[in-house]
């Protein structure tokens, strides 16, 4: 079932439960969010982030995600992560997207604010849900020249009252592309945030929060959780190994089967912790 996300957060984020937001790659890891979600009975949120935005046009990921999602017994959304202009999204859009993000985090809060405002119309426009970004998260990667910016409570309240949105990400001392878990969430910042917010809260970067911090976060409005390391971390070390063990496997198909079932173990893993059982 095709969806956007926006019952969808509030409804998980009502309940203290978080959806996580899977970045997929293709037909592979997107199966399998999807069992995972109808064997749960949970959402699945399929999403494309910039490196596969990169290496493929949005129209055949959406063209495969959109069937991938009609086909299924549980809702699915399919959302583009960190599009940087208006460009972006109205593509995402064209190519059968049901939700987008907007990242004007490298912009002052009213610049912000005012390209978030065009862009809400549009998606107003086609039903499509947008999640916007306050602050800025950092990236755990050197060539990344991402300062952090931990969100601000009045910046917060400008972009509520400026912009309907469906999901608000926030910098709390996350971080894009841990590898292990060594983020510190702020959690004093965290309530303040929530305290003024209507709307869910989204994080980013969730492989490198550590599990007891993540349950704790459960009680703050937080509608949606983006996962990707862990996932990507999982397929590459399972290949890697498969690959030495089995030197002379070149049939694709083969070659997939047993990271496909390291990922299902991860994804499962995460919904868990996210309170889906």
């Not at 602050?135 to 969100?151: D, F, I, M, Q, W």
Request: charged share 25%.
């Amino acid at each position: 079932m095709l969806v956007n996300m926006k019952n969808m957060l509030r409804d998980a984020a009502s309940n203290q439960q978080i959806v996580p937001g899977f970045n997929v790659f293709g037909y592979e890891d997107a199966k399998i969010v999807i069992e995972v979600a109808e064997e749960l009975g949970a959402p699945a949120l399929l999403m494309t982030n910039r490196d596969a935005a990169g290496f493929m046009d949005l129209k055949y990921y959406g063209a495969l995600y959109k069937i991938m999602a009609q086909e299924s017994t549980t809702q699915v959304c399919i959302h583009l992560d960190h599009g940087k202009s208006k460009e972006e999204v109205v593509k995402a859009i064209q190519a059968g997207y049901t939700s987008v993000m907007y990242d004007g985090s490298a912009l002052p809060i009213e610049e912000n604010i005012q390209h978030s405002k065009v862009i809400a119309d549009i998606c107003r426009a086609c039903d499509v849900s947008l999640e916007v970004e306050v602050g800025c998260v950092s990236y755990n990667e050197p060539h990344l020249k991402v300062e952090e910016r931990l969100t601000e409570v009045e910046d917060m309240e400008k972009m509520i009252e400026g912009v309907e949105v469906d999901g608000i990400a926030v910098a709390v001392g996350n971080v894009h592309k841990m590898q292990e878990q060594k983020a510190v969430i702020d959690f004093v910042r965290l309530k303040n945030i929530y305290d003024v917010s209507d709307v869910p809260l989204v994080i980013h970067g969730t492989t490198g929060i550590p599990d007891e911090q993540i349950i704790k976060m459960r009680q703050y409005g937080i509608g949606k959780m983006n996962v990707g390391t862990a996932v990507r971390m999982a397929f590459g070390h399972t290949l890697r190994e498969f690959t030495i063990q089995n030197p002379n496997v070149f049939d694709r198909i083969e070659l997939v089967q047993k990271p496909m079932e390291e990922m299902k173990k991860v994804i499962r893993d995460k919904y868990n912790l996210l309170g889906w059982s």
